[in-house]
Structure formats: C-alpha cells, structure tokens
C-alpha cells in the first residue's frame, strides 16, 4: 500500500507540468473530509492516507506519497441540491437570505456567485422552495466552506497584510 501523510494545498510551489502528470485520487466530500482513508488512485494504487487530525483535502489539493510521487486530488461529482433564485419570483439576495439559513443549521454549503450547493435533504429542499428558491438534484463537485476559523477554500485573511501578495483577481486588499 501506498503511504500518504502529507498534503500540498492547490499544489503550492510545484511546477504545473508536474501536477498535470501526476496521478490522480478523485474523492468525493465525504472521503476528503476525513484525515485517514484508503483510496485507489488513476493507476490502480492502493493508497493509505494518514493526514493530521482535522485536515480536510480539497480538490486540486496535491498530495505527496512516501515513495516520493505525487497525487493530485479530484473532487468526484456526487449527489447535490444546486440551489439557484427564482428570476420571476424573487432577487438575488434570496440567495444570502438561503444560506443565512442554512448556516444557522450548520449545514455544510459550498457559495458561489450564482447558486448555492448543500448536500441532498428533502426538509431544507422544501425550506427553500418555500422561500421561492429554485432547488434542483444534480451530480457536481461539491466544495463546502471551511468555516470563519477553519482556513478558508481560496486563500485565507485572517493574517495583517504587511507583505505583498498576488491572488488573481483584481480588486484592492488595503485594509484602512
């Protein structure tokens, strides 16, 4: 078995050609949020994962293997509710008034500009039916928020911005 104990976050600091040839482990959320699971990776390996406690792996994740080689993590599509706003019944906003809700549930909820995603639940479907939000059962990726203080899916900013530093968007991080 294929020991793996330590993981690499997006693949930081490796060269792209690398991680694009690397084998791949494609989980779904319930896999990554574990710390220890077994797995078979794109070349038929059987792989033992042993992360610290509490560590959850993202897809796009890079995982290093004891034997030196490299898996890159595939978030597996899987059953979700895509939840989306009603254009003739509503705004928008009902979105941020869904996952206020949801969030007061504690329900695991991956946000995205455009629509919402939880995991299946026939009680919250009907919630948010009543709240005039289109709820539909799909096969996606999911990839839930990390929490306030659980390191955030992007990048975090729960530290003083005194180095300068790059994230592919454009938008100003000064904090007066």
């Given at each position: 078995m294929l020991q793996v104990s330590k993981r690499i976050p997006q693949g930081q600091g490796l060269a792209r050609a690398l991680v694009n040839r690397a084998a791949t482990l494609t989980l779904d959320w319930d896999q990554r949020q574990k710390s220890r699971f077994d797995a078979t990776d794109s070349q038929g390996r059987h792989v033992g994962v042993f992360l610290p406690r509490g560590t959850v792996v993202r897809g796009g994740d890079v995982l290093?293997?004891?034997d030196g080689s490299f898996l890159r993590v595939v978030a597996a599509p899987q059953q979700v509710l895509r939840i989306?706003?009603?254009?003739?019944h509503g705004s928008p906003?009902?979105?941020?008034?869904?996952a206020?809700?949801?969030?007061?549930?504690?329900v695991p909820i991956e946000?995205?500009?455009d629509h919402l995603k939880i995991e299946p639940d026939h009680v919250l479907a009907d919630m948010l039916r009543q709240m005039h939000l289109i709820?539909?059962?799909?096969?996606?990726?999911?990839?839930?928020?990390?929490?306030a203080y659980g390191g955030h899916h992007g990048h975090g900013?729960?530290?003083?911005?005194?180095?300068?530093?790059?994230?592919?968007?454009d938008h100003d991080h000064s904090h007066g």
């Amino acid at each position: 078995m294929l020991q793996v104990s330590k993981r690499i976050p997006q693949g930081q600091g490796l060269a792209r050609a690398l991680v694009n040839r690397a084998a791949t482990l494609t989980l779904d959320w319930d896999q990554r949020q574990k710390s220890r699971f077994d797995a078979t990776d794109s070349q038929g390996r059987h792989v033992g994962v042993f992360l610290p406690r509490g560590t959850v792996v993202r897809g796009g994740d890079v995982l290093l293997a004891q034997d030196g080689s490299f898996l890159r993590v595939v978030a597996a599509p899987q059953q979700v509710l895509r939840i989306t706003a009603c254009q003739a019944h509503g705004s928008p906003f009902d979105l941020t008034r869904a996952a206020y809700h949801l969030g007061n549930r504690h329900v695991p909820i991956e946000l995205q500009p455009d629509h919402l995603k939880i995991e299946p639940d026939h009680v919250l479907a009907d919630m948010l039916r009543q709240m005039h939000l289109i709820v539909r059962e799909v096969e996606e990726p999911f990839e839930p928020e990390a929490g306030a203080y659980g390191g955030h899916h992007g990048h975090g900013h729960g530290h003083a911005h005194d180095h300068e530093h790059h994230h592919g968007h454009d938008h100003d991080h000064s904090h007066g």
